[in-house]
């Protein structure tokens, strides 16, 4: 199996991901206004995403309330 890329590195992936798209997107398709699209769909549902990824980004929530920690946790417990 594939090793994972290290956080920093994973970041200037994300980073670059990003800016192609920004600079190579349709009209109407930059990720803001696909997240307005989303606001006016479903307004809750983006809003707990993105605080509850801002939280965890910070380390503002406790490791047992945090979902992206219980995704490490079950990888943990299934593969080692």
């Keep these: 199996m594939a090793r994972a890329l ?3 590195d994973m970041w200037a992936v994300l980073a ?7 600079i190579a997107c349709d009209e109407g398709e930059l990720l803001s206004e696909a997240v307005d699209r989303g606001l ?3 307004p809750w549902i983006i809003r707990v995403f993105a605080i509850v990824t ?9 490791r047992n309330i945090d979902p992206y920690a ?4 079950f990888k943990k ?3 080692g």
Excluded: I, Q
Aim: hydrophobic share 40%; aromatic share 10%; no cysteine.
């Design 16 to 22: 670059a991901l990003v800016l192609y798209h920004e």
């Design 40 to 42: 006016d769909r479903h």
């Design 70 to 73: 219980w995704v490490g946790k």
């Design 6 to 8: 290290s956080g920093r």
């Design 77 to 79: 417990e299934n593969n």
């Design 54 to 62: 801002v939280a965890h980004l910070l380390n503002w929530l406790p």
